[in-house]
């Protein structure tokens, strides 16, 4: 399936290589470079690139491109899914996933990539089977091993390969049992020219993050599961006691994961908590635009939205930007035309703006279009669907764990069209 | 020295000099950089050589891991191949891994020096623990070295009766590897393929099904009897597996069941129950009903739907691949939301699956209309993941959203992304062509667009105009004349050559206009693109015809100045057109036509999708994406007109009884309880099932084979004593057969009374059995050979049979009996009519069935 894999940064040079085949030239690259040059930025790059004698697919993340070597017909998804797969091992592994992490650790790097391809084929991708495989390196590991000269590669053999729950690793210990749930919700949103929403939905995740001894069979109900309309879950959750009762009962993995990923449904109205005041207008002929923005709170069932973030991409005509925040700090890169205003709080007495006028390229045309803003935001302690845990149980097991749920709501991709 | 030297002319090209150069010393001058990298490689080497052959396992260590640094970095290291390989033996955990890595990397290259490795490998493939056992062969099995085959295909066979389902996992993977390294090996492979196919366990499923696509897809007939148990286990395998499993059933279902889409269409749900309820309901439904789902398919879709919910993206695809192809139409829909969640994945995701939602999108509208706003466009999409959303919004315009989608593309229009706008203004131009109600808004639309700043916008906007007009010229000559108005302003080539053939084409509807243009044109024809030189010569012979008064001059200017092009392909047409205009002595008969000849009607083009014939390939791969067939494609093949055999997936036992050795037998026990349980057990109660039963599930298993075992050979005696009563009717039989089976019951005291099941279906003594079938097989003539497998019913016999294994048997047997239409050409007994299919499928009665897949 998967024949070889290239890591290209950046700048264009192939920094690793890894073939689960027979070796195929990196000059195969050749025809990815060609393609990164008539994509005018890497994200335009198309995945899948034919070449005579064999099918690139990439994925770009974290500023490196993966090109996976294929030669034969396989699902591209596979590929692609797998490679996330990779890079989703690599950060966990080594905190970042960037050139100078990966080439710091080639050793381990390669290590994993053998473990995790047999002959192309995805062999062991489950990370607590990996972590039991190959030690992730830390600062003191690496003192250690350079002392005692032991090695990073686990000693023992991985049986969790061979159990019926391979994604948990066996002999867990652990002398705080602890159980941690984020909720967390994200608001995918287009808000037009007259604030009126062309589109909006909710999506979720419950990330947990668990360290319980032993085997612990979990149970996560909600008050009001009907809200979820579509969900994807981690294979530790028995499907169809969902089906039957709407419960989550799982054998958790040790550690960070994602249990579950959900969708509102769409006939639910979906609550906005910001809104933005704009006006923003480039005069013909005149080589000034003037610039007004203005965020409110609206909908936040009294919590504060935080962090928010305001960012713009100016028109190509835009050669400078003068404005005044009434908080925050905004900066203008007047080589990307990228304006992003980094607000802070919205206090609801005293709504943050940001007012004054851009200077455009004389001569030049006005621009045809306003620019879009894409906005963030955080609130705390708020799932904005309404969607709350029951109760959290545990069997299997003699202690009392030490259980925790979170909420936060956050801005998706959030548009506001002007 | 030199030896390095022709090391690093290897690896070659000027990619791997400049990042050479950076690393040691990026400011000197690259042949300086060449010469004092090159030396202290060199060095380098030299000092690798030196450790690994020290006494210090950190040492040795140390070396292999600078050594896996050069691999990584595309550097080669062969020449350290002799002191790297004595290594494989050593203790140390992560140096044999390394030297593993190392070794599989350069065995090819140094195939008698890897060959000093193999005795190790040998040796670990005897060892007591599994994992040690599965490393070993997997390293065995990656090093190319094409005279290890023999030994490599020992270790195979060997590894896939291991007892640990982990071995035969990398047997199942090392099958590929041998496959690719000597194909000849193919027929010793098949049969192991096979042997693992049967294998139960949901480790071994995915990577054997990989081996198969691999080396033998066309072996349909090695599916049949697994066809089932894969279908169960699905839920169970890992995700990869999956993947694998679902695309090879897709293919698989094709070839063995009937379309469920043709006629009408009958709601599924109320039918499965039926269907095993009893026989004689059953066969009410199949006299009645044109057309009825193949249990064995609805089997498919229902154990495929659970994994919508999967977190991988290639698996959700891959069901819904499934889906399409197979589901009746009513049912597809499902699939929507999960492949709308796939668009909050990553970039690369999106894209794929957006191709998929845009080729679905044009068959079937329905499914995607109530997500249509997941695919409005954010300004922070990547280019093509643009126009993919446009591509699909298109698709699933119609009169009632039409005006929500123009007023979406408006904003789209405006877009700073110049590619996507031009995309745009093509998709309003193909929404005006479908919807008629909105194509003079649209026309409308696009005129004011004409007068955009961005000239790509312009340009695309005139293509399309040009082509909406062909649609209905007549009512809009004030368009054309305000394009003519605007063409001196356009600049792209091709909207100044699709005004002058608007210009042309219609040039009685502006009669005034029309000569001027050609007047200005004559003027500047040196200095256009080809493309408009083209348009202009067109422009002046139509011209010609229809006003010769006003333009004889300056078409004959034109055809003057085009007789001298540089291009040929003007020279030409130059040519071509005098003769056909200007008529003269020499000039033929085709002169007279002229008029017809170029001011003929045309007819307007077809604004359609680029996605539209996409749907030949099989949705979700690669060959769909990229629009042409990759390598190793294989064809989904239509609908059988008639069912095949459902039969053939029926029983295992027939073969079982031969080749299974008791040691396996016990093997497949372990997940034997999942074999059947999930449709009965499982569904009352919560899913984690396996755990309960599998005490029990031993002795289950092994019933559940003598119970076959049993019931075959006594319905081939009932089946051979009715075909000398009748001379088999087989539809109308089934209550005669059961009457005979229970008269039977109560001849035979049967050591399985416990239950009243049991006591119905009919259990034969083994005794009896076996004679029966063996007059059966003699009477018939097939080959199959009962002695054997009367020993083992003897000793099988005393277990205890199990409701749910009769209930089994039970189904299998109305199978045979309702669905078989080989059946009626075969006086014999069910079982015998199922060899007999087995035996067609083989390809020696009936090769048609076969060549269908093909």
């Known amino acids: 399936m998967i024949h070889s894999l290239f890591l290209v940064n950046s700048s264009g040079d192939i920094f690793l290589e890894k073939h689960w085949k027979s070796v195929v030239s990196r000059s195969v690259c050749d025809y990815f470079f060609e393609a990164q040059e008539r994509a005018s930025e890497p994200e335009n790059v198309p995945p899948v690139i034919p070449t005579p004698h064999h099918y690139l697919i990439n994925v770009f993340r974290h500023k490196i491109f993966f090109v996976a070597v294929i030669q034969t017909e396989v699902p591209p998804l596979f590929v692609i899914e797998f490679l996330h797969r990779v890079v989703d091992t690599f950060q966990d592994y080594f905190g970042v996933c960037s050139e100078a992490a990966i080439k710091d650790n080639v050793v381990v790097v390669y290590e ?36 005692t000269g032991s090695t990073n590669v686990g ?46 939905e909710i999506q979720g995740v419950i990330d947990a993050c668990v360290k319980l001894t032993g085997m612990p069979d979990l149970t996560l109900s909600f008050m009001n599961p009907r809200l979820l309309d579509d969900v994807s879950f981690h294979p530790c959750v028995r499907f169809k006691r969902w089906e039957a009762e709407r419960i989550l009962s799982f054998i958790p993995p040790d550690g960070n994961f994602r249990l579950l990923s959900y969708h509102v449904s769409s006939q639910n109205l979906v609550a906005i908590p910001v809104y933005v005041k704009h006006n923003i207008t480039f005069r013909e002929g005149s080589s000034q635009g003037r610039f007004e923005l203005t965020l409110g709170p609206k909908q936040t069932m009294g919590k504060a939205v935080e962090s928010v973030l305001v960012s713009s991409q100016m028109p190509r005509g835009v050669l400078n930007v003068n404005l005044t925040p009434s908080q925050g700090t905004y900066t203008f890169d007047p080589v990307t035309k990228l304006l992003s205003w980094d607000v802070g709080k919205i206090n609801p007495q005293k709504l943050p703006s940001l007012k004054g006028s851009m200077s455009l390229q004389t001569g030049a045309s006005k621009p045809d279009e306003n620019p879009t803003f894409n906005i963030q ?27 925790g749920i979170k909420y936060m709501t956050k801005a998706g991709k959030f548009q506001v069209r002007t | 020295m030199s030896m390095n030297n022709l090391s690093y002319n290897d690896q070659g090209g000027p990619d791997s000099a400049v990042e050479v150069g950076q690393e040691t010393t990026p400011t000197s001058s690259t042949t300086g950089a060449a010469f004092g990298l090159f030396s202290t490689d060199f060095k380098k080497n030299d000092d690798l050589k030196e450790m690994l052959e020290s006494n210090k396992e950190s040492m040795k260590l140390e070396a292999m891991k600078r050594i896996v640094g050069l691999i990584a970095k595309g550097k080669n290291a062969s020449e350290l191949f002799p002191a790297v390989v004595k290594n494989v033996a050593s203790k140390n955990l992560e140096l044999k891994k390394l030297v593993y890595v190392y070794l599989v990397r350069y065995a090819e290259e140094q195939q008698d020096l890897a060959l000093l490795s193999i005795s190790t490998f040998q040796r670990a493939l005897k060892d007591s623990n599994q994992l040690i ?63 693992l196919l049967r294998d139960k366990s949901t480790l071994v499923a995915g990577s054997v099904v990989m081996a198969f696509e691999e080396v033998c897809p066309d072996r349909i007939d090695l599916i049949h009897k697994n066809f089932r148990k894969l279908c169960n286990l699905l839920v169970d395998v890992e995700e990869w597996g999956q993947v694998v499993i679902i695309n090879m059933l897709t293919r698989y279902a094709r070839t063995q069941f009937t379309s469920p889409w043709k006629g009408d269409a009958i709601f599924e749900g109320s039918m499965a129950h039926a269907f095993y309820d009893s026989d004689e309901e059953r066969k009410a439904h199949s006299n009645s009903e044109p057309y009825i789902m193949d249990p064995d398919h609805r089997l498919l879709l229902r154990s495929t739907k659970p994994l919508l919910q999967s977190r991988n993206t290639a698996v959700v695809m891959s069901v819904a691949q499934l889906y399409w192809h197979l589901a009746p139409k009513h049912e597809v829909s499902i699939v929507t939301k999960s492949l709308v969640r796939l668009l909050r994945s990553h970039r690369e995701v999106q894209y794929i699956v957006l191709q998929n939602i845009a080729t679905m999108s044009i068959q079937k509208k329905s499914m995607f209309e109530p997500y249509m706003k997941s695919f409005y466009v954010r300004s922070t999409d990547a280019t093509h993941i643009k126009i993919l959303k446009l591509e699909i919004l298109t698709n699933l315009a119609n009169e009632a959203n039409i005006s929500t989608i123009l007023r979406e593309f408006q904003t789209y229009v405006k ?14 131009g193909r929404c005006a062509t479908n919807i008629t109600e909105v194509t003079d808004t649209c026309l409308n639309g696009l005129v004011l667009l004409l007068s955009n700043r961005d000239e790509t916008v312009v ?13 209905q010229p007549t009512q809009h000559s004030d368009i054309i004349k305000h394009m003519a108005k605007l063409f001196d302003n356009i600049t792209v080539p091709m909207a100044r050559a699709s005004i002058l053939w608007l210009i042309g084409e219609y040039c009685e509807h502006v009669p005034k206009i029309a000569p001027d243009v050609l007047r200005k044109m004559a003027k500047s024809f040196t200095t256009e693109e080809d493309i408009v030189k083209l348009q202009i010569v067109n422009l002046a012979a139509k011209l010609y015809l229809t006003n010769s008064k006003q333009t004889k001059l300056l078409t004959q200017y034109i055809l003057n100045l085009g007789k001298y092009d540089q291009n040929y392909d003007i020279r030409d047409r130059t040519r071509f057109i005098r003769q056909l205009i ?12 002229a008029r017809r000849i170029l001011l003929a009607p045309k007819p307007a083009p077809v604004l359609e999708s680029a996605f539209k014939d996409r749907d030949r390939f099989q949705l979700g791969t690669l060959s769909h994406t990229l629009n042409a067939k990759a390598v190793g494609y294989l064809e989904l093949s239509d609908w059988q007109t008639v069912a095949p055999d459902q039969s053939v997936r029926n029983v295992e036992v027939v073969e079982q009884s031969k080749e299974w050795v008791p040691s396996s037998a016990k093997e497949s026990v372990k997940s034997g309880d999942k074999f059947y349980s999930d449709e009965e057990g499982d569904e009352g109660s919560p899913c984690n099932s396996t755990e309960d039963g599998k005490s029990t599930s031993s002795s289950e298993a092994s019933t559940s084979e003598t119970e076959s075992e049993e019931e075959s050979s006594s319905q081939s005696g009932s089946g051979s004593e009715e075909s000398e009563e009748s001379s088999s009717h087989s539809h109308s039989d089934s209550s005669k057969k059961k009457k005979l089976q229970q008269k039977k019951t109560k001849n035979k005291g049967s050591d399985s009374d416990e239950e009243d099941d049991c006591a119905k279906v009919g259990v034969s003594s083994p005794t009896h059995s076996s004679e029966d079938s063996s007059s059966s097989s003699s009477d018939d003539g097939t080959s199959h050979s009962e002695s054997d497998s009367g020993g083992h019913q003897e000793k099988w016999s005393k277990a205890k049979p199990k409701r749910w294994c009769k209930k089994q048997k039970m189904r299998s047997r109305c199978w045979i009996w309702m669905t078989s239409p080989l059946i009626h050409g075969y006086p014999q007994s069910p079982v015998c009519s199922l060899q007999a299919c087995c035996q067609i499928w083989m390809g020696s009665l009936c090769p048609v069935p076969l060549l269908l897949y093909r």
């Open chain 1, 112 to 147: 994993l990539l053998e473990e995790m391809l047999d002959n192309g084929f995805p062999l062991a991708t489950e990370s607590n089977i990996l972590k039991e495989l190959i030690k992730p390196p830390t600062i003191l590991r690496t003192v250690v091993n350079t002392i």
């Open chain 1, 155 to 200: 000693e023992q053999l991985p049986t969790g390969q061979l159990s019926v729950v391979p994604w948990r690793r066996t002999g867990v210990k652990y002398t705080n049992n602890e159980a941690y749930f984020d909720v967390v919700e994200e608001i995918d949103a287009i808000i037009d020219k007259s604030g009126s929403t062309i589109t909006a």
């Open chain 1, 377 to 403: 935001f955080k609130i705390q302690q708020l799932a904005i669907s309404g969607l709350k845990v029951n109760r959290l149980d545990m069997y299997g097991e003699k202690y009392k764990p030490f259980k």
């Open chain 2, 133 to 195: 056992r599965a490393s070993a062969l997997r390293v065995l099995s990656s090093v190319r070295v094409p005279i290890i085959v023999p030994i490599m295909m020992l270790a195979i066979k060997e590894a896939a009766t291991d007892l640990s389902p982990y071995v035969r996992k990398t047997a199942a993977h090392a099958i590929q590897k041998l496959y690719s390294l000597d194909p000849d090996q193919k027929e010793h492979l098949i049969d192991v393929i096979e042997k």
């Open chain 2, 415 to 428: 877009s700073q992304d110049k590619v996507f706008a031009a995309a745009t203004v093509q998709a309003i």
């Open chain 2, 459 to 471: 340009a695309e906007s005139v293509v399309v105009i040009k082509k909406l007009l062909q649609t």
């Open chain 2, 582 to 593: 200007v008529p003269n002595e020499k000039s033929g008969a085709l002169a007279k036509y």
